[in-house]
C-alpha cells in the first residue's frame, strides 16, 4: 500500500470568487484525513477554477450520451437513482455492478474528460487513472446509497478521484459494520433512500464532506475495504450535479 496522499498544489494568481459570497476570495487548500488503518481521504474544494468548471459543467450536461439503467438489487430490479456513463481505456475487463455491465466510450469521444484526467495525474503524483464512472444528478431526489466501490478489478487498495460540478452536495462517509451486522448492509444498496444524516456526523465511525464546484476529493488506501460512502437525497438540492469518479483497473 502506497504512503499518505499528497495532492499537489498548482498555482493559480487569480482565486475564484465563492458564489456563496459574492467577490470574496478563496485560497486553494488541500484537507488531508487519515481515518484509521491505512484509510485516507484528500479534499480541494477549488480544484478547478469557477469559470472552467461551469465550461467543463456545460459540456458534459449536453454531450455525454447519459442513461438511466436497470439495476437489480436483493432479486429485484430498480431504476437507478442518477444518470451515468462510463469511459475506459482499451483492452481493460468489462466493469458490473447491480447485474447492469455499462458500455464502456472511449477517451478520445470527449477530448474535455482527457484533459480533466491530465489534472488529476497532475494533483496526485504517480496516479495513473484508466477508467472513468460519470454520475448525473438532476435534483434532491437523486442519490446513491451506502456503498464501496470494491470490486475486484480495482485491487485491494484502490485510489479513487472525485471531481464534482454543479450542485453542491453532501457526501457521507460512515465506518462497515462489524461481521455481526453485516446483513443489514449490501455493498451497493439502491432500493431504499438513504437515512437521515446522523448527529453524529464528525465522530470517528462518520465523516461528511460538502462537495462543491469544482472540487476533488481522493479516496485511497483501505478506504473501499473498511468504509461505505453515499450522496443522500436532499430536498433542497434542486439543481443539476455532475459527478467524475476517476479509478484505475488492474
Excluded at 464501496?148 to 485491494?156: I, Q, R, S, V
Excluded at 462543491?212 to 485511497?220: A, D, I
Amino acid at each position: 500500500m502506497s504512503g499518505p496522499l499528497k495532492l499537489k498544489r498548482e498555482s493559480d494568481p487569480v482565486n475564484d470568487p465563492d458564489p456563496e459570497i459574492g467577490t470574496a476570495e478563496k485560497p486553494k487548500k488541500v484537507v488531508a484525513l487519515n481515518l484509521d488503518n491505512g484509510s485516507l481521504i484528500s479534499h480541494m474544494p477549488n480544484f478547478i477554477s469557477y469559470k472552467e468548471s461551469w465550461q467543463y459543467f456545460d459540456y458534459l450536461d449536453k454531450n455525454i450520451p447519459w442513461t438511466r439503467p436497470t439495476i437489480r438489487v436483493f432479486a429485484r430490479s430498480h431504476v437507478q437513482p442518477r444518470d451515468t456513463c462510463y469511459i475506459a481505456s482499451p483492452g481493460l475487463p468489462q466493469l458490473g455492478y447491480s447485474g447492469y455491465k455499462p458500455h464502456a466510450y472511449s477517451w478520445d469521444e470527449f477530448p474535455p474528460l482527457k484533459d480533466i484526467l491530465d489534472l488529476i495525474h497532475k494533483a496526485i503524483p504517480g496516479s495513473s487513472f484508466n477508467s472513468l464512472l460519470l454520475n448525473r444528478y438532476k435534483g434532491g431526489n437523486d442519490y446513491v446509497g451506502w456503498h464501496a466501490d470494491d470490486e475486484k478489478l480495482y485491487g485491494p487498495t484502490p485510489q479513487i478521484a472525485s471531481v464534482s460540478f454543479g450542485c453542491e452536495r453532501d457526501f457521507l462517509l460512515k465506518k462497515k459494520p462489524n461481521r455481526n451486522s453485516q446483513d443489514e448492509m449490501t455493498s451497493r444498496n439502491e432500493s431504499e433512500p438513504p437515512r437521515k444524516r446522523s448527529k453524529k456526523v464528525n465522530n470517528v465511525d462518520q465523516h461528511s464532506f460538502l462537495l462543491k464546484h469544482g472540487s476533488l476529493l481522493v479516496m485511497s488506501g483501505y478506504t473501499q475495504r473498511d468504509w461505505v460512502h453515499s450522496v443522500p437525497k436532499r430536498v433542497k438540492a434542486e439543481s443539476v450535479r455532475i459527478n467524475l469518479t476517476f479509478r484505475k483497473i488492474l
